[in-house]
């Protein structure tokens, strides 16, 4: 007889995921209960075919390496298709709305997951997608927030800090790059995710790079309801003291600037602002260094930490495949296998 029991007592089938908030503290857990199952399964060898024959359009306005990997080797893993779906090889810059992808994707896929982080118009375009689409929507990130990203961070932290992150202190600070304006979405979702998860955030950047004030807001709000706080410093050893986690990565001083150049020299006067050995070792010893990547070696982190005893980078890229899995599964609709 085939198992035909739910995959969690908490049902998400038909949720869309746009902001980190979207699930709830006891939802997000059983996200996380299933994506270490699912983990300990696909290391074991174990098939899961929860998602046999559903489909999945990934709608990307931007380029990816670990998002497009994952969500692409996940849904073969749970036994359906995903389709890479490049902006530029459809009719959207000929005419194709908002409205007219959510409806017609929404009626070809089980689900559709866009990454759009035009600056002002990503999240916009994210959200009027689902509110025509028949299927879930999944952010792949936007200008607003990265979910998936802090959901990998956050199994990531628990498997090396524990369940309980009460009293733990995170430091998600701003460092140098020199590649291109990243998006401020991994910073303002990490710190509105783990503040109601319980832990100390503490938010460094220089005064130029700060993040959206209703994001800040949500981040206080979350640490006062969890028993965690929120601070923001603007000096990056403070913040690394005794931390047990290191989040040190660029992001672009948007809200200051939509100047390209002038943000470029912005930037330029805060080359320090880079995560080596002396500032790693104002943390705890046992402390973790973690990226989202792509990083810039030799700017916002040397190779000496990166490469390090303390990183976990590819444990945490690793994450995203099983977290992933996991909301696709809980969306999508599946029953545990036979
Ligand atoms: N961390 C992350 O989202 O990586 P990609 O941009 O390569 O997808």
Known sequence: MPDTSPISPISLAGRDFIS??????SETEAVLELASRLKQEYRAGKPHPLLRDKTLAMLF???STRTRGSFEAG??????????????TTQISHGDTAKEIGQIFGRYFNAIAIRQCDWGFGNRYINEVAQHSPAPVLNMQCDVYHPFQIL????????YKGKHLKGRKIAVSWAYAASYQKPISVPQSLIIQLARFGMDVVLAHPPEY????EILQQAEQGARQSGGSFRITHDMDEA?????VVYPK???CMLTTSDLKESAEIGKQYTGWICDERRMALAKPDAIYMHCLPADRGLEVTDAVIDGPQSVVYEEAENRLHVQKAVMAMTMGGVAPA
Do not use: C, K, V, Y
Not at 20 to 25: E, K, R, V, Y
Not at 75 to 88: C, E, R, V, W
Not at 152 to 159: C, F, G, K, V
Not at 210 to 213: A, C, E, K, Y
């Open 75 to 88: 849904m073969a893993q749970l036994g359906g298709h995903a389709a890479f779906i490049d902006s530029d």
């Open 250 to 252: 660029s992001w672009g």
């Open 210 to 213: 700060t993040l959206m004030p």
């Open 152 to 159: 990998a961070d956050l199994l990531t932290i628990r498997e």
């Open 240 to 244: 690394f003291e005794n931390a047990d």
């Open 61 to 63: 306005f931007f380029t």
């Open 20 to 25: 980190d908030l979207d699930f709830s503290i």
